[in-house]
């Protein structure tokens, strides 16, 4: 630590400026974390960006694009490297050292500053006229204190930029447009998770979908879009999400998948669902490797209004299912459903029906 630099980056030290003509003031609380660590000479300051961070209390990116900015400037430029493996061995865990410009001085101090600042920096005010001098001979403006879009009348501008003789008027009144917005609206910080729906009857992204060998290019096509256009309103995609889900599509309908089976498979629980595209290719990839189950599966008979509609199943007296005998879809468990209820008929047939001779208990020895 040094207060030569100290004083040097806190006071006379030049800060990379912004747009609006005011020093940037993540560069200029880099450079001080960084003067912190240099010699009285500048040279020497190598901290880690995660100390700059804490100095700063800014971002990592941020402290990078700062350094980034004071090197561009020739405020601070790449230092030895041999300082900083002198005193720290290891390679992995080595910063980037600096050297601080302390030549350098800024050119925006006013004539109580510099005298001010001529006590403790013996010459300033010489430095600060040769750097002036400097910059006029190439051609650069001076950084100023004022704001860059205020016009001398001292009335401001609606748009701060550098004043160029065009468009102002001294009653600081902007003249109304004839037509047309003067500015475009101001666009939502949060855009929709959704994308806007594709046009309607919009089928130029099947026609690009190669033909099979064996033939069927027509159908091919034709079953593609009828699978995307049957995934109703709920499942908004865009022309270019449309034309990526054509090749999977077409893969499932290959692998077995009729159109109507397919569309009813991929639309199925669209509730909750943020991003449509994602999920149907998700859909697309596992259905192209599991293809439908080439078997019927049996019509379900109209419900008997005694079982239970979901399983088609009754219970017996003491609670245990068993396949409905009237409305079961299978015909085999249907008629395995009749005969233990016939069953159960019959046992409590036999259970309700009176003893016709009395009951013979068998005979224990020793009894009385």
């Known amino acids: 630590m040094s207060v030569e630099a100290q004083s040097w980056a806190l006071n006379i030290a030049p800060v990379p400026v912004d747009s609006n003509g005011k020093p940037n003031d993540s560069c200029a609380f880099v450079l001080v974390g960084l003067a912190n660590h240099a010699g009285p000479d500048g040279r020497g300051a190598f901290p880690s960006v995660k100390t700059l961070v804490r100095y700063t209390r800014k971002s990592e990116?941020?402290?990078?694009?700062?350094?980034?900015?004071?090197?561009?400037?020739?405020?601070?430029?790449?230092?030895?490297?041999?300082?900083?493996?002198?005193?720290?061995?290891?390679?992995?865990?080595?910063?980037?050292?600096?050297?601080?410009?302390?030549?350098?001085?800024?050119?925006?101090l006013d004539d109580d500053e510099l005298e001010t600042l001529e006590a403790m920096f013996p010459g300033v005010k010489a430095r600060v006229a040769a750097a002036r001098a400097q910059q006029s001979a190439a051609g650069v403006e001076p950084a100023r204190r004022e704001p860059v879009d205020n016009p001398s009348y001292g009335a401001q501008r609606l748009h701060p930029v550098r004043g160029t003789g065009c468009n102002q008027r001294r009653n600081g009144v902007q003249p109304l447009q004839s037509r047309g917005a003067a500015v475009a609206p101001e666009p939502s910080l949060e855009p929709s998770l959704e994308p806007p729906p594709a046009p309607a009857g919009a089928r130029d992204d099947v026609d690009d979908l190669p033909t099979p060998a064996g033939g069927g290019g027509h159908e091919n096509r034709a079953g593609v879009a009828e699978v995307l256009d049957s995934l109703g309103p709920a499942w908004r995609l865009t022309a270019p999400q449309r034309r990526r889900l054509v090749k999977p599509t077409a893969a499932a309908l290959a692998a077995g998948w009729s159109p109507r089976q397919l569309a009813a498979e991929l639309g199925a629980n669209p509730d909750g669902v943020r991003n449509p595209y994602a999920v149907l290719r998700s859909r697309l990839g596992d259905l192209a490797e599991t293809p439908p189950s080439t078997s019927s599966r049996p019509t379900r008979p109209p419900h008997c209004g005694v079982c239970l509609d979901t399983t088609r199943q009754r219970e017996t007296g003491d609670g245990r299912p068993y396949p409905c005998p009237v409305c079961h879809q299978d015909p085999t468990r249907r008629a395995r459903g009749a005969e233990l209820e016939a069953a159960q008929s019959a046992v409590n047939a036999q259970t309700a029906a009176p003893e016709s001779h009395p009951l013979r208990l068998p005979h224990i020895d020793g009894a009385a």
């Not at 020739?74 to 992995?92: E, F, L, N, S, W």
């Open 61 to 108: 990116r941020t402290v990078q694009n700062a350094l980034a900015r004071l090197e561009a400037e020739g405020v601070i430029r790449p230092c030895d490297p041999d300082i900083v493996a002198a005193h720290i061995k290891r390679a992995d865990r080595r910063p980037r050292g600096w050297d601080l410009a302390i030549e350098r001085v800024r050119t925006d």
